[in-house]
């Protein structure tokens, strides 16, 4: 199963709510795409909800520390939700935990951005 997206809007932060899988290739480039055009439209508060992620692997956490950096150099900010516990070991494992803003509430994630 490959990634899918979809994005709904509370109090001024994009959600994105993901599921599936973030891998090499399709999965990693729709998320790009995403992230890109929100952007473009000036939409810089960016909750990526990665509850339904069932699988991430090395270039999905690439992709994720593409996605935060771009987001930063265009004055926006990009935070992670609901991280499972697979993906959660595997940034712990790669160092970046202490990169993301990871939060596991998000209503609490949504204030975070004000």
């Given at each position: 199963?490959?990634?899918?997206?979809?994005?709904?809007?509370?109090?001024g932060v994009t959600i994105l709510d993901c599921s599936g899988?973030?891998?090499?290739?399709?999965?990693s480039i729709i998320l790009r795409d995403n992230v890109?055009?929100?952007?473009?439209?000036?939409q810089k508060k960016i909750l990526l909800n990665l509850g339904?992620?069932?699988?991430?692997?090395?270039?999905?956490?690439?992709?994720l520390v593409t996605a935060f950096t771009t987001a930063r150099k265009q004055g926006?900010?990009?935070?992670?939700?609901?991280?499972?516990?697979?993906?959660?070991?595997?940034?712990q494992i790669t160092k970046l935990y202490t990169v993301f803003d990871v939060k596991d509430d998000e209503a609490a994630a949504v204030?975070?951005?004000n």
């Open positions: 199963m490959s990634m899918k997206i979809s994005t709904r809007q509370v109090d899988r973030i891998t090499l290739g399709e999965g890109s055009q929100l952007l473009a439209k000036g339904e992620i069932n699988y991430i692997d090395s270039s999905g956490i690439g992709e926006g900010e990009l935070k992670l939700l609901n991280l499972t516990k697979k993906v959660h070991d595997l940034l204030k975070s951005f």
